[in-house]
């Protein structure tokens, strides 16, 4: 027998049996530590925030909910908390009928060992069960889930909830005629009260608290976005429960690991390094991403190179989203070796549901936060596009460390734009985010100064700078086409020994980040695809991003907070599965976009003709222009599709086409001339 494959054999052998060996460890370490630490977990307060019913419908916020609400922890001490910063009746209508549907799901969840705990993506699964009682047990909830749904979104449609819900449940009278989305009291209701014994499933199992929170909102008072309802969050929580870790969740983002609490305990409950970590981050993963990454949302790379290596360094970025914190660090406290105790008893508070609504409801006003330190010392920061990011750094300025982690089975799955523009304006407001910081007195190389590693502070200017690296980009695919038309050589002739470095520098640059993309797990297609997307999103997003800075300093404008759309059509859905880039409408961006690829055909057939035809001498000055040109074609491909060839509804719009034609006809007057 072949000897390479007798060893290939064995080392599979030995992986196998390193595999369980380290499985069965692991699994006896669990059951040891479960024992050990059991009595002690400390309680855990999940902070999740939704801001608007119509980009984020109240269905999708109530399935993270509901699979947060199931983790394999003890109820009692798990409570779980929504802002709702539209202040909707319809949200909080959801929330309910949430928490009734929960007291099936958590007990089905149990039962049958589901992994996958929010009821819309387990539902969406296909199902190969055997067992009959399986069978109808699982057809059943099904059943409940899709009419508690269908019951949300007739509401919702309807834009009205009938008499008949609204008399079931004092909470909705908040909601009278007054409260619009800019302008309410702040409402806090606690929908479970999780010390109430019985607040129980359809089991006898004791539920976790459950509350709905909308902090007040005044049109002359800034409410700071997301930073500003998660400090509400904060607040409001530490009033009921207290719990010492808070776990920060988008509410496009999905609990999908049942253990995951368990996991993250881990880190702070770990008896020699736990009390120096304020939080563990996990990676941004994505539910729904075509095959080949159509708009590079993957973040193989990033999760596993970047961020892997700033949490090396001690200061893994806090992203926003799918984070756990200690409370303290994350309230303002500076790290000190007392802050070992996390395991503190919790809040044995004798106040009735009715007192803990009002004392909250005065932490969820306007009018609590002036004069204090809450958006600065306190809490999440305020005034930047990613409130994530800063407040990460402040924590670890305060001597804090945080922990990156990134296993196997992704224990949050959020929802990536499925659309370029969408997935533009989210870029757009991080790219713009993480400029503010560098400009700030944030910025990691002054503010972080002999308080965090230089290395974490280079890793944090890697991604602060997004947004001037849009100027190399635009210069690259802007100047080197129109030289090449006018048969401007920029470049070192291919026959010149200066032409080595630009050589060896585009090679070696493109044969590493190939090599470093597929060894994360990218195929080669969907590589290519993430350069194209790089160069979109550098002449269009990390440009406005870089401009608005600009401007901001300049003191004309002022941070705001786009919130991503997350309800798609199923032809958009169909597309984005078959890796048609959707445009569809007629933003400046795709104006960019249009231009800069017909600027590169256009000046790549002109400039071809040129020198052919002209002076064929030239090539040679002109070699790198034109790869660059053809590079750029390359990879606009799907571009010149969508002006073209394509008829469906993503297609770019007549309007950027006319602005584009613009362009071209100026380029081929001149051609014209020139031809004379
Ligand atoms: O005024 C606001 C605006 C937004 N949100 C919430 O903030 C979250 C993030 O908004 P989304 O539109 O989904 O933005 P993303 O770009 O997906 O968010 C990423 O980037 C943000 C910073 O730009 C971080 O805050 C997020 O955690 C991170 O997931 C959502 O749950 C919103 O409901 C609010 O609560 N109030
Ligand atoms: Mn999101």
Redesign the pocket.
Known sequence: MDPLFETKKESAKAKFFHRVYAATVFVGICLILNYRYEEKLPGVDILV???DPTL?PPAMVISTVLSVMSYNYPPEKLSVYL?D?AGSEFTFYALLEASHFSKYWIPFCKKYNVQTRSPEAYFAQKFDVKDTTHTQELLAIKKQYEDMKNQIESATEKGSISEEIRSQRKGFLEWDHKVSKQNHQPIVQIIIDGRDTNAVDNEGCQLPTLVYMAREKRPECP?N??AG?MNALIRVSSEISNGPIILNL???MYANDADAIREALCFFMDEKRGHEIAFVQHP?CFDIISENDLYGHYNLVENQVELAGLGGYDAAMY???ACFHRRDSLSGAKYSYDCRNINEARNKDKRSVDELEKASKVLASCSYEKDTQWGREMGLVYGY????VVTGLTIQCRGWKSMHYNPERPAFLGLAPVTLDNSLV?IK??SE?LFQIFFSKYCPFIYGYGKIKLGARMGYCNYLLWAPLSLPTLFYVIVPPVCLLHGISLFPKVTSLWFIPFAYVFTTKTVYSIYESMSCGYTLKSWWNFQRMQIIRRATAFFFGFADVIIEQLGLSQTA?A??AKVVTEDVLKRYEQEIMEFGSSSVMFTIIATLAMLNLLSLIGGLINTIFLEFGALQNLISQIILCGLMILVSVPIYEALFLRRDKGCLPFSVMLKTRNIEEKIKKKLNLEDK
């Open positions: 925030c939704t801001a984020e802002s910063d409410h976005f997301k309802a988008d509410c496009d941004q992203c926003g989203t596009a990613v409130e994530d989210q407001r991080w985010g907070f919130i991503t």
